[in-house]
């Protein structure tokens, strides 16, 4: 699963694939330890794919927190140079 897969997915879809990607995790985990796992690369892969998909996450939440202070300094109708007490010049 690559970041463009993982961008178009909504945030339902991203909480699900981290919970499901966390038990793929988990389970490769108990494959290693018990000496049943031929490919290791796959530990690596999914820890890869656990780190994209929190990126995503983190990154809509600082999407919505900029988008909801840009909505905050629209409605008050001022600008931020306003707010400190300098005006433009």
Avoid: C, P, W, Y
């Avoid at 389970?27 to 890869?48: D, V, Y």
């Avoid at 794919?49 to 840009?70: D, F, M, P, Y």
């Amino acid at each position: 699963m690559n970041i463009d897969e993982i961008r178009q997915l909504n945030n339902a879809d991203l909480s699900k694939e981290l919970v499901e990607q966390h038990k793929a995790l988990m389970n490769l985990r108990f494959s290693k330890a018990t000496l049943q796992l031929t490919n290791t690369n796959e530990i690596g892969k999914t820890k890869k794919i656990i780190a994209r998909i929190n990126t995503v996450i983190n990154e809509r939440k600082i999407t919505a927190q900029l988008n909801s202070g840009i909505q905050t300094i629209e409605q008050d109708g001022s600008s931020v140079e306003d707010k400190d007490g300098t005006s433009g010049t």
